[in-house]
């Protein structure tokens, strides 16, 4: 029989957990979180604003990228003139290539409705992932298309044969003494969490090549992805890099924020088609938070815009942004934008994580 001083102690305890967002007391008790929207759904405006002020030529290129399929319930264009519906082998976008004179306002982009869900795989001990070996013959162009380096123009952003990195990705296999490729992706994760931090970094937004954040050991979404990407590809197991818009709760507003992240290919049913998402840029109360909430999860507030392809123009492409040229007694006026309007919570849920390991949303 319990005593009355044991009894306390368990509820206060209880208690306590709960107030701190987590309960995680004994080994045999499931780690649960607070509830968070699961389900939402919104509408997005995004893209270019561009004023051309004066007496003159100019020509404008913009590549605005559809959101993923699968979360779009319909979209239309903001401008309707001078484009082209461009299709690749993981992304669709419009491609404005406008040339004009004197005073011209445009607003280039996409309005679009959406409808998003979390999604997570199950099994943090990576039962029914690929080994590294079964990835390379089972799906030998995946390993040989997403373990490559890539450039964009004279930087090596995605650098798997950097000696360093190698070094850093070769002591985690190691040390994880596994071939597992979702326990290895893991161990990266973590090991990423422990010596790297968050930092919008100097350079007027140009992304840093995986070997300077490694050095740094700072970086923005875009760095903190690359490196880890890296790491990955090292490592053998294929990973590829995803920007797009993170959705997020401002005291009375909702904002859609510019961000990257990762994914990583572990196979099987893991995800979507194999590939399962890595939120590399995260910032929880400990490591154990951001393995639970961020490796192998995608959720409802990640709006996917790009996804790469392996290849160098995929990379240049995803950079790229707006390019405008102007001649005469002109002058020219960007302002970026992306507002988010009828935000709705559909469904909400906490995330649990049991004792062996596996989570599930209740």
Known sequence: MISKITFFIIINLLILSTISGCIDIF??????????????????KYGYQVDCIGIGNHEISYRCFIPESIKTK???????????????????????????????????????????????????????ALTIEEIINFYPETAEKFTQEQSNEDKILIDPYNSNIRLVANNIINQSKT??????????????????????????????????????????????????????????????FVRGYLIKKEGENVVATAHAWAEVFVGNTFG????????????TTSIQADINQNFGVEDAFHLRLFIDDGSNESINISLSGIHVQYYDKINIELESFAIVENYIELQSNQLVITKDNKRYYR
């Open 272 to 283: 979507n088609k194999g590939w399962t998402t890595v939120e590399c840029a995260c910032c």
């Open 74 to 128: 319909s979209y239309s264009l903001l401008y309707n003139y001078n484009y082209n519906l461009i299709t690749t082998e993981n992304n669709n976008y419009i491609y404005w290539n406008i040339s004009g004179e004197n005073d011209a306002i445009y607003e280039l982009g996409i309005s679009a409705s959406i409808e998003s869900e979390s999604n997570l795989f199950s099994d943090l001990n990576g039962k029914d």
């Open 27 to 44: 080994q045999d008790i499931p780690t649960i979180y607070e509830s968070t929207p699961t389900r939402i759904s919104y509408d997005i």
């Open 179 to 240: 071939n597992n490729s979702l326990l290895i992706a893991k161990s990266l994760f973590i090991w990423l969490k422990e010596n790297t931090a968050y930092q919008v970094h100097d350079g007027q937004g140009d992304v840093q090549p995986a070997i300077v954040t490694l050095q740094k050991q700072t970086g923005d979404c875009d760095d903190l992805s690359f490196l880890y990407i890296s790491l990955c590809r090292a490592a053998g197991i294929p990973a590829r």
